[in-house]
Nanobody, 119 residues
Framework: QVQLVESGGGSVQAGGSLRLSCTAS????????MGWYRQAPGEQRELVAR???????NYADSVKGRLTVTRVNGQNTVYLQMNKLKLEATAVYYC?????????????WGQGTQVTVSS
C-alpha cells in the first residue's frame, strides 16, 4: 500500500517561511509527477505547485515567486518551500503523486498538513 507522508506544517507569522516535505512509503515505482494542493476553510481544494519528471515545475499564479517546489532526483520525495507567507496561505496542504502503470494511472494523496499564517 502506497502512502504519502507529509511533514513541516505549522504556525508562522505573515512574511515568514515554512518548508513542507512529502515522502512516499510502500512498494511503488518512480512517480510521474508530484505536487501540492491546498484547501482553505470553506474553499475548494486548489493546485499550488506540481512537478513532472523531467520537466519544469508549474505554479498557481497566486504563489509564483514566493513558493518553490523541488523534487529529489530519482526519488519519491518532494518539498514545498514557502516564503513571504500571506494570511491567505492558511490552509491544509496535501501532497499528491501520480503513478503510471500503463494503461492505468494511479493518484495518491497525503493526509494533509495544516499551515496557519497569522498577523
Amino acid at each position: 500500500q502506497v502512502q504519502l507522508v507529509e511533514s513541516g506544517g505549522g504556525s508562522v507569522q505573515a512574511g515568514g517561511s515554512l518548508r513542507l516535505s512529502c515522502t512516499a512509503s510502500g512498494s511503488v515505482g518512480l512517480f510521474a509527477a508530484m505536487g501540492w494542493y491546498r484547501q482553505a476553510p470553506g474553499e475548494q481544494r486548489e493546485l499550488v505547485a506540481r512537478i513532472f519528471a523531467g520537466d519544469s515545475p508549474n505554479y498557481a499564479d497566486s504563489v509564483k515567486g514566493r513558493l518553490t517546489v523541488t523534487r529529489v532526483n530519482g526519488q519519491n520525495t518532494v518539498y514545498l518551500q514557502m516564503n513571504k507567507l500571506k494570511l491567505e496561505a492558511t490552509a491544509v496542504y496535501y501532497c499528491t503523486a501520480v503513478e503510471l502503470r500503463l494503461p492505468r494511472t494511479f493518484a495518491y494523496w497525503g493526509q494533509g498538513t495544516q499551515v496557519t499564517v497569522s498577523s
